[in-house]
Protein backbone atom coordinates (compact mmCIF):
# COMPACT_ATOMS: atom_id res chain seq x y z
CA UNK A 1 0.00 0.00 0.00
CA UNK A 2 2.76 2.51 0.72
CA UNK A 3 4.38 1.56 -2.04
CA UNK A 4 1.15 2.24 -4.30
CA UNK A 5 0.85 5.50 -2.30
CA UNK A 6 4.54 6.35 -3.11
CA UNK A 7 3.64 6.03 -6.87
CA UNK A 8 0.52 7.93 -6.63
CA UNK A 9 2.66 11.10 -4.98
CA UNK A 10 5.51 10.88 -7.69
CA UNK A 11 2.85 10.86 -10.54
CA UNK A 12 1.03 13.75 -8.89
CA UNK A 13 4.13 15.26 -8.99
CA UNK A 14 5.48 14.96 -12.09
CA UNK A 15 1.72 16.12 -13.27
CA UNK A 16 2.02 19.34 -11.29
CA UNK A 17 5.81 19.95 -12.27
CA UNK A 18 4.71 19.14 -16.13
CA UNK A 19 1.37 21.94 -15.52
CA UNK A 20 4.14 24.83 -14.27
CA UNK A 21 6.19 24.01 -17.08
CA UNK A 22 4.07 24.39 -19.63
CA UNK A 23 2.08 27.44 -18.31
CA UNK A 24 5.66 29.11 -18.27
CA UNK A 25 6.26 27.70 -21.99
CA UNK A 26 2.82 28.95 -22.84
CA UNK A 27 3.07 32.49 -21.15
CA UNK A 28 6.54 32.65 -22.86
CA UNK A 29 5.37 32.05 -26.57
CA UNK A 30 1.63 33.46 -26.44
CA UNK A 31 1.40 35.77 -23.39
CA UNK A 32 3.33 39.31 -23.10
CA UNK A 33 5.35 40.15 -25.80
CA UNK A 34 9.02 40.40 -24.54
CA UNK A 35 11.27 43.93 -24.56
CA UNK A 36 12.88 42.27 -28.18
CA UNK A 37 9.66 41.33 -29.89
CA UNK A 38 7.69 45.09 -29.13
CA UNK A 39 11.27 46.37 -30.39
CA UNK A 40 11.05 44.27 -33.48
CA UNK A 41 7.66 45.09 -34.12
CA UNK A 42 8.02 48.84 -33.57
CA UNK A 43 10.92 48.58 -36.26
CA UNK A 44 9.42 46.76 -38.99
CA UNK A 45 6.22 49.17 -38.29
CA UNK A 46 8.47 52.54 -38.81
CA UNK A 47 9.96 50.80 -41.69
CA UNK A 48 6.79 49.98 -43.47
CA UNK A 49 5.68 53.50 -42.73
CA UNK A 50 8.56 55.05 -44.31
CA UNK A 51 8.39 52.57 -47.24
CA UNK A 52 4.33 53.98 -47.56
CA UNK A 53 5.34 57.56 -47.19
CA UNK A 54 8.77 57.99 -48.77
CA UNK A 55 8.92 54.71 -51.70
CA UNK A 56 12.21 54.30 -52.93
CA UNK A 57 13.11 55.09 -56.27
CA UNK A 58 12.98 52.65 -59.15
CA UNK A 59 15.81 53.70 -61.67
CA UNK A 60 15.31 53.79 -65.08
CA UNK A 61 18.81 53.74 -66.74
CA UNK A 62 21.16 52.15 -64.54
CA UNK A 63 23.72 54.56 -64.61
CA UNK A 64 26.18 53.12 -62.31
CA UNK A 65 25.75 49.64 -64.16
CA UNK A 66 26.74 51.13 -67.26
CA UNK A 67 30.22 53.17 -65.85
CA UNK A 68 30.95 49.68 -64.22
CA UNK A 69 30.49 48.10 -67.94
CA UNK A 70 32.83 51.25 -69.61
CA UNK A 71 35.52 50.67 -66.97
CA UNK A 72 35.49 46.63 -67.40
CA UNK A 73 35.52 47.22 -71.12
CA UNK A 74 38.01 49.45 -71.39
CA UNK A 75 40.07 47.31 -68.57
CA UNK A 76 39.49 44.32 -70.49
CA UNK A 77 41.50 45.45 -73.66
CA UNK A 78 44.72 43.48 -73.83
CA UNK A 79 48.16 45.83 -74.57
CA UNK A 80 45.82 48.81 -74.05
CA UNK A 81 48.22 52.07 -73.39
CA UNK A 82 47.35 53.82 -69.41
CA UNK A 83 49.32 56.43 -68.30
CA UNK A 84 50.27 57.06 -64.80
CA UNK A 85 51.02 59.83 -63.08
CA UNK A 86 52.39 59.31 -59.55
CA UNK A 87 51.48 62.13 -57.43
CA UNK A 88 53.84 63.23 -54.51
CA UNK A 89 52.07 63.71 -50.97
CA UNK A 90 52.47 67.27 -51.32
CA UNK A 91 50.00 67.11 -54.29
CA UNK A 92 53.04 67.81 -56.89
CA UNK A 93 52.84 64.67 -60.09
CA UNK A 94 56.75 64.17 -60.34
CA UNK A 95 56.27 61.94 -63.35
CA UNK A 96 54.75 59.33 -65.25
CA UNK A 97 54.73 55.67 -66.96
CA UNK A 98 52.87 54.50 -69.78
CA UNK A 99 51.98 51.02 -68.61
CA UNK A 100 50.61 47.95 -71.09
CA UNK A 101 47.98 46.63 -68.85
CA UNK A 102 45.98 48.30 -65.80
CA UNK A 103 47.89 48.63 -62.49
CA UNK A 104 46.73 45.73 -59.91
CA UNK A 105 47.59 45.84 -56.39
CA UNK A 106 49.86 43.27 -54.99
CA UNK A 107 47.07 42.55 -52.54
CA UNK A 108 45.38 40.62 -55.51
CA UNK A 109 46.47 36.81 -56.30
CA UNK A 110 45.80 34.44 -58.55
CA UNK A 111 44.44 32.16 -55.74
CA UNK A 112 41.80 32.71 -52.27
CA UNK A 113 44.62 34.28 -49.90
CA UNK A 114 42.33 32.12 -47.30
CA UNK A 115 42.04 28.67 -46.70
CA UNK A 116 39.34 26.74 -44.40
CA UNK A 117 39.34 24.00 -42.91
CA UNK A 118 35.94 22.87 -42.55
CA UNK A 119 36.90 19.57 -40.01
CA UNK A 120 37.91 22.30 -37.47
CA UNK A 121 35.55 25.24 -38.64
CA UNK A 122 39.58 27.44 -38.78
CA UNK A 123 40.16 30.20 -41.09
CA UNK A 124 43.67 30.76 -41.84
CA UNK A 125 46.23 32.12 -44.84
CA UNK A 126 46.87 30.37 -47.73
CA UNK A 127 49.82 29.92 -49.76
CA UNK A 128 49.54 31.65 -53.41
CA UNK A 129 50.16 30.29 -56.67
CA UNK A 130 53.72 30.56 -56.50
CA UNK A 131 53.63 28.35 -52.71
CA UNK A 132 54.19 31.61 -50.55
CA UNK A 133 52.14 33.15 -47.86
CA UNK A 134 50.79 36.66 -49.57
CA UNK A 135 47.66 37.47 -47.05
CA UNK A 136 47.72 40.68 -45.64
CA UNK A 137 49.77 42.44 -48.37
CA UNK A 138 49.53 46.23 -48.68
CA UNK A 139 46.70 46.78 -50.91
CA UNK A 140 48.84 50.53 -51.25
CA UNK A 141 51.27 48.80 -53.26
CA UNK A 142 50.53 48.69 -57.49
CA UNK A 143 52.67 47.32 -60.12
CA UNK A 144 52.45 47.25 -64.11
CA UNK A 145 54.49 46.50 -66.69
CA UNK A 146 56.13 49.35 -68.53
CA UNK A 147 54.75 49.50 -72.74
CA UNK A 148 58.09 50.31 -74.19
CA UNK A 149 60.71 48.21 -72.12
CA UNK A 150 57.93 45.72 -70.50
CA UNK A 151 60.11 46.36 -67.22
CA UNK A 152 58.01 45.08 -63.99
CA UNK A 153 57.41 48.52 -62.29
CA UNK A 154 55.76 48.77 -58.56
CA UNK A 155 55.19 51.98 -56.73
CA UNK A 156 53.32 52.87 -52.74
CA UNK A 157 52.37 56.34 -53.78
CA UNK A 158 49.41 57.84 -54.73
CA UNK A 159 48.79 58.11 -58.50
CA UNK A 160 46.11 59.27 -61.74
CA UNK A 161 45.29 56.69 -63.69
CA UNK A 162 43.73 57.04 -67.51
CA UNK A 163 43.65 55.66 -70.40
CA UNK A 164 44.35 58.97 -72.58
CA UNK A 165 47.63 60.75 -71.93
CA UNK A 166 46.64 63.90 -69.59
CA UNK A 167 47.61 67.76 -70.56
CA UNK A 168 50.48 67.66 -67.09
CA UNK A 169 53.50 69.04 -67.44
CA UNK A 170 55.59 65.60 -66.05
CA UNK A 171 58.86 64.00 -66.98
CA UNK A 172 57.59 60.06 -68.64
CA UNK A 173 59.71 57.97 -66.46
CA UNK A 174 61.69 55.22 -68.42
CA UNK A 175 63.86 52.47 -67.90
CA UNK A 176 67.84 52.69 -68.77
CA UNK A 177 69.10 49.81 -70.36
CA UNK A 178 72.62 48.86 -68.76
CA UNK A 179 74.47 46.55 -70.60
CA UNK A 180 76.82 44.67 -68.32
CA UNK A 181 79.54 42.22 -69.95
CA UNK A 182 80.31 39.07 -67.83
CA UNK A 183 83.41 38.73 -66.47
CA UNK A 184 85.60 36.19 -67.87
Known sequence: MRVRRLAAGAILITLVILLITSSIVAAGCGGVPSTAKQEEKIQQE?????????????PEYFQSRQTINRYMERVDVPFKEWYCYLVADTGTIFGYFIFDAYPLSIGIGMTNPMQVDEHNDLVYPAPGIDGVYWAGADPSVHYSFDVLSGALTQWNVKYIMSDQPLNIDAPLFGVI???????E
Open 177 to 183: KVHVEPE
Open 46 to 58: TLQKGLDQVPPYR
